[in-house]
């Protein structure tokens, strides 16, 4: 199943369907069948996710065109983030290749949906994209096997990275870069793990500005792949529902090129996984 999070006339609303051809249905809050939103039915019981998705196909129709999507998840526990995680990508920074996962974290205040503006704020012209994949956390736990690690993960989503590229490189960690409010772009859908190959495997990731092929990768090129992702995360801290796994970006960024192709407003940044559709955001100016 896929799951939409979206706002409709000021109230949250989820919204699923059962495949990628098929229609939405759901409802928002205030209506009795509203289950909570995504964040509260991942949290929930095992079977949670399941249950709400057959209640909710039997829900009205929801035009997603007619709403404005929201990030899957609100306000994930943890916003994990690995740089790094595809060799072309360490080789065009001129790094050697990661024998542990770089990690670092992003809030939930940068995050932003579907269709909503990626802001190049006022202090920097250096706004890059990073076309990803995100895996959700369904089950928790501590010091997880590899063998075991997939059967903790509830589905995937996509990211753009959206990175402050001086402000990244102003200092030996990049956490300030990475946080910049609405430079996370996160959706459309959550879609449940059934329905993609396990972690995601040999699916092919594009970033597009402006219509132009920018980044193209499989997931097969990953140095960490999923199941080693959340295995090695786990030794440090508990993994808990709803917490997030941003998983990396293949080349083609363009704090590599010659010269350097930054999103500037008026652009819009697509990024596209198989069999989790196409997450776009237009480009936009700081305004306050």
């Given at each position: 199943?896929?799951f939409?999070?979206?706002?409709?006339?000021?109230?949250?609303?989820?919204?699923?369907?059962?495949?990628?051809?098929?229609?939405?249905?759901?409802?928002?809050?205030?209506?009795?069948?509203?289950?909570?939103d995504?964040?509260?039915?991942?949290?929930?019981?095992s079977?949670?996710?399941?249950?709400?998705?057959?209640?909710?196909?039997c829900?009205?129709?929801?035009?997603?065109?007619?709403?404005?999507?929201?990030?899957?998840?609100?306000?994930?526990?943890?916003?994990?983030?690995?740089?790094?995680?595809?060799?072309?990508?360490?080789?065009?920074?001129?790094?050697?290749?990661?024998?542990?996962?770089?990690?670092?974290?992003?809030?939930?205040?940068?995050?932003?949906?579907?269709?909503?503006?990626?802001?190049?704020?006022?202090?920097?012209?250096?706004?890059?994209?990073?076309?990803e994949?995100?895996?959700?956390?369904?089950?928790g736990?501590?010091?997880i096997?590899?063998?075991?690690?997939?059967?903790?993960?509830?589905?995937?989503?996509?990211?753009?990275d959206?990175?402050?590229?001086?402000?990244?490189?102003k200092t030996?960690?990049w956490?300030?870069?990475?946080?910049?409010?609405?430079?996370?772009?996160f959706?459309?859908?959550?879609?449940?793990?059934?329905?993609?190959?396990?972690?995601?495997?040999?699916?092919?990731?594009?970033?597009?500005?402006?219509?132009?092929?920018?980044?193209?990768?499989?997931?097969?090129?990953?140095?960490?792949?999923?199941?080693?992702?959340?295995?090695?995360?786990?030794?440090?801290?508990?993994l808990?529902?709803?917490?997030?796994?941003?998983?990396?970006?293949p080349?083609?960024?363009?704090?590599?090129?010659?010269?350097?192709?930054?999103m500037?407003?008026?652009?819009?940044?697509?990024?596209?996984?198989?069999?989790?559709?196409?997450?776009?955001?237009?480009?936009?100016?700081?305004?306050?």
């Amino acid at each position: 199943m896929r799951f939409a999070s979206f706002r409709h006339k000021g109230r949250n609303g989820l919204a699923v369907a059962a495949g990628a051809a098929a229609e939405f249905h759901g409802c928002v809050s205030g209506n009795p069948r509203y289950p909570g939103d995504l964040d509260t039915v991942i949290a929930g019981a095992s079977d949670q996710l399941a249950r709400v998705g057959a209640e909710l196909l039997c829900a009205p129709v929801v035009r997603l065109a007619e709403v404005d999507l929201q990030p899957p998840l609100a306000r994930p526990g943890k916003i994990i983030c690995i740089g790094l995680n595809y060799a072309d990508h360490a080789a065009e920074a001129g790094l050697a290749l990661p024998t542990y996962p770089t990690v670092f974290a992003r809030f939930a205040s940068s995050l932003i949906g579907h269709g909503a503006a990626i802001v190049r704020p006022r202090a920097s012209e250096q706004l890059d994209f990073e076309g990803e994949f995100v895996a959700v956390i369904g089950v928790g736990g501590r010091d997880i096997p590899r063998k075991r690690a997939l059967s903790h993960v509830a589905g995937y989503s996509l990211f753009n990275d959206a990175s402050i590229r001086d402000y990244q490189l102003k200092t030996s960690q990049w956490t300030v870069g990475k946080n910049f409010d609405s430079s996370g772009a996160f959706g459309p859908y959550f879609v449940s793990a059934d329905e993609l190959p396990p972690g995601c495997r040999g699916l092919r990731l594009r970033t597009r500005l402006n219509g132009q092929t920018v980044q193209d990768a499989s997931t097969e090129d990953l140095i960490f792949d999923v199941e080693t992702l959340v295995s090695m995360l786990s030794q440090a801290f508990a993994l808990s529902p709803g917490d997030i796994i941003v998983t990396g970006t293949p080349s083609g960024v363009g704090l590599a090129r010659k010269p350097p192709l930054w999103m500037k407003p008026g652009d819009i940044c697509e990024v596209e996984l198989e069999g989790l559709g196409t997450l776009s955001n237009p480009i936009a100016g700081q305004v306050v």
